[in-house]
């Protein structure tokens, strides 16, 4: 891919500033994110079917886990196959908290009947939250300090190791998680390489500063600023992404209406067809943006962007998404999932529950509970089968970004993208040494 720059050394001395062309550099890309848009869309079926389905594959992921941890000593068993009463053994099932602020219809019909006054919450920890465990058939109430009620979500497979008592409640020794999968080995790049992530751009936005800022990024990715050197740099971005919040962002979802988000659509799509000149991009869309809001979500519409459809190197993806470049596996969303274990835990940052979500091998396990939800029958598309390289969520409140490393050796670049609007900050990514860091446009 070919962009025309301004050469500012040698040539200004020479009083010569005819624009030069510059290669972008490339790496092999390919999405693989089949299981997200091939999702079943029965909407005439049960929720149940999704849990059983997620039950059904951790069984297989969790049998090995619990050879290596507590090898054969103990037995597996359902919970209908409880007979014994203080004899240890495991117990494979999906986590359930029973929440005393959980939003719940019954409760908000009976606030309009102003019988159970309860006020607007955004977060649903209570000192009261207990476990339960449940598998196909039923359920049994887990006590013990092996595992911390606030620290876990619904929707979480496990295997515990306890016994059940004599008042019919499991007793937990210990527990064990599904862990990151093993890690296909990272590709040695020579040179440096560069992925740029950004997300909630709110384009509906008519705030002055929030479209300079768009426009000074446009400039930074098309080489049009900077010394002769720093162009050259820039060739070597070979991908963006934009992680959701295009049309609208959640900090504003009060201020912005429909007819706003309608009238942008005209900027986005030109905003995409001139980042998609310049550099390969990828565009996901968000739970405020024009999509179905149930995840996973399926790719913007094609009608959206009659003028960057016209470049190949533009594509409209799935949320969540995954795809791999130049060997390195990147999987991420647009937040929504991570945002909503915060609310359910105390989990106080981003980094911190995108750590569980590797340690629980699943992007998100409040879906369908908490999350809207395709209701999926044979398969659940958000376990995590294969560890990434590049671990991101869009629609953060600030930068962030840490290392993950697991058990077997695998190393993840964990990245928190901010959003746009409010930091005016993206996440820049060298997949030469997978070292990460925030750039400003302001």
Known sequence: ??????????????????????????????????????????????????YSARLNTFR??????IRKKWSNTYKVLKLCDLREKDTMCVIIGTLFKLQVLKPSILKELSDQLEIIPQPA??????????????????????????????????????????????????????????????????????????????????????????LFSLNLLLEWLSGISGTSQYQEELTKVVRVIIAGGVFANNANEHTLNEADVIASAESVDAFSAAISSVAPLDIMPGCKDPTGIMLPQKPFHYCLFPKAIEYKSFNRVSNPYECEIGGFSCLGSSGEPIKDIMRYSKLETSLDAMKKTLEWRHLAPTCPDTVPSTPCIDTDPFIIYNCPA?????????????????????????????????????????LANLECYSMAFS
Not at 60 to 65: A, C, G
Not at 146 to 153: A, L
Not at 395 to 402: G, R, V
């Open 121 to 210: 919450r955004t977060h649903f920890v209570h000192d009261e939250d207990s476990l339960v465990l449940e598998d196909e058939l039923q359920r049994i109430k887990l006590v013990g300090d092996c595992i911390n009620v606030h620290y876990v979500v619904t929707g979480v497979v496990c295997a515990i190791l306890g016994s059940e008592d004599e008042d019919g409640v499991f007793s937990v020794k210990d527990v064990c998680w599904a862990g990151c999968n093993i890690q296909k080995p990272l590709p040695q790049l020579s040179n440096d390489r560069y992925i740029v992530i950004l997300s909630g751009l709110n384009m509906a936005s008519k705030q002055a500063d929030h």
């Open 1 to 50: 891919m070919l962009f025309k720059v301004a050469d500012t050394s040698a040539a200004q001395a020479e009083g010569d500033l005819e624009p030069r062309e510059l290669e972008r550099h490339s790496l092999n890309y390919e999405d693989c994110s089949k299981r997200f848009y091939q999702v079943s869309r029965d909407f005439t079926k049960q929720y149940a079917h999704i």
């Open 60 to 65: 297989n992921i969790l049998e090995p886990v």
């Open 390 to 430: 590049v671990y991101f969520s869009g629609n953060c409140t600030e930068f962030a970004t840490d290392t993950y490393k697991g058990e077997d050796g695998q190393q993840v670049r964990l990245v928190c993208v901010p959003d746009f609007c409010d930091t005016k900050t993206v996440a820049l990514i060298n």
